[in-house]
Structures are given as structure tokens and as C-alpha cells.
């Protein structure tokens, strides 16, 4: 079946520092999406990729889908405490949305 | 307005029974899901369905049952609780694009 893993699975920076997760699909993906969990809470929509080579930015967020559509990145410029969480990429395989399979995550943890 | 709502939130109950977990949404979506996240974070895909009908089962034991008895409810029951059944369990859905999740319910068998 389908597996999507995601490097690093732990990550501990400075504020202020950069911080980048990658995600790999064993499949190629339909569109790739991305969640953010904080500690205690549920999985939050972050944005959805769905072209090959496509780059899209929320802020200090930066994503990427790879041009083959089985890997994808997260790039947080300049961490702040409030982004400490844990990072999924999910990937669509059928394109129905119907079977989103989540990666195994990265957790962010920011210090002042 | 709770898009997703879970109950309970919290459950903690003795090996072997049996117990019941309940969602709604009120997003008007197809598809709702049953997630499974353990203590290393994974997210796992339990089943989901879209319009009532099962559509997928990731090989889950079958003392793990979903029904859904309209398209705004997805109900989890399981039968004879096991230790390594101690999870948060999140419901979810969503209308061909991102899923909804609600807050979660953390079961724990002991």
C-alpha cells in the first residue's frame, strides 16, 4: 500500500531559526496537502499542492510539490514559539479525497 | 458551531468491554473518516465512507466496527477492548479536498 514518510521525525531549533520537513510518497500523488497539530490538539488544514513542481507561501511558510508529484516540503524562514507543532503532509492518491494517507510527521519544538 | 464534533472526549474503560465512539459534522461533506493516532503520533486511516457507503477499510480487526446512519454521523463501536487499543481516535471529513478534523477522543484500556 501507499506510504508516505516525512523526515526529519523530530526537530528542536532556536527562534528565529529556519526549519524544513520533507515528505515522500512511495506512490505518485494526485495533490499533497498539509496539517498542522499542536500539542493536545486535532490535525489543522494548512494548504493543498496539486500541480507538478508547484510552490505556494503562507508568510513565513513556504511549500513545494515535486515535479515527479511523490515529494513535497515544508519551509518555515524564522521560526516563532507559536509554531511549534507537528507537521503532516497527507497525500491524495485517487484524487476523491477519499483515502488520505498521513506521513508519519515531524515534531517542531521552538526555544527562546 | 462545532463543524466536527466528537463524543467523549475522554475514555478510559477496562479490558474486554465494549464501547462506543460518536461524530457528526455539520459541513454538509460526503466522506468522514475514522483516524487512528498512537503514541508516536502516526496518523493512521481507519476506514471512510462517502455518502453512508464504506469505501475503504485499512485491514482493521473486526471488532472495530463504523456505521453510519446518514451522511453527518460516523459512529465507532469496538468490541472486547485490547491494551493496544489505547489510541486518540479522530473522526473527520471533507468534500473532495482538505479533511476536517474534530478534537478527538484519547481511549485508554487498562
Known amino acids: ?112 | 458551531d462545532t463543524a466536527v464534533s466528537q463524543t467523549p472526549k475522554y475514555l478510559v474503560t477496562q479490558m474486554g468491554n465494549d464501547k462506543s465512539i460518536k461524530c457528526e459534522q455539520n459541513l454538509g461533506h460526503d466522506t468522514m473518516y475514522w483516524y487512528k493516532q498512537d503514541s508516536k503520533k502516526f496518523l493512521k486511516i481507519m476506514f471512510s465512507y462517502n455518502n453512508k457507503e464504506l469505501i475503504i477499510n485499512e485491514t482493521v480487526p473486526n471488532r472495530f466496527s463504523p456505521k453510519s446512519p446518514d451522511k453527518a454521523h460516523l459512529n465507532l463501536h469496538i468490541n472486547s477492548l485490547e491494551l493496544g487499543d489505547s489510541a486518540v481516535y479522530f473522526c473527520a471529513s471533507s468534500q473532495q479536498r482538505e479533511a476536517f478534523f474534530g478534537q478527538g477522543t484519547r481511549l485508554t484500556v487498562v
Not at chain 1, 86 to 93: I, K, M, N
Request: net charge positive; aromatic share 10%; proline share 3%.
Open chain 1, 1 to 112: 500500500g501507499q506510504q508516505v514518510m516525512q523526515i526529519p521525525q523530530y526537530q528542536h531549533v532556536q527562534e528565529g531559526e529556519d526549519f524544513t520537513t520533507y515528505c515522500n510518497s512511495s506512490t505518485t500523488l494526485s495533490n499533497i496537502q498539509w496539517y498542522k497539530q499542536r500539542p493536545g490538539g486535532h490535525p489543522v488544514f494548512l494548504i493543498q499542492l496539486v500541480k507538478s513542481g508547484e510552490v505556494k507561501k503562507q508568510k513565513r511558510l513556504t511549500f513545494q510539490f515535486g515535479e515527479a508529484k511523490k515529494n513535497s516540503s515544508l519551509h518555515i524562514t524564522a521560526t516563532q514559539t507559536t509554531d511549534v507543532g507537528t507537521y503532516f503532509c497527507a497525500g491524495d492518491g485517487t484524487g476523491t479525497a477519499s483515502k488520505l494517507t498521513f506521513g508519519t510527521g515531524t515534531r517542531l519544538q521552538v526555544t527562546l
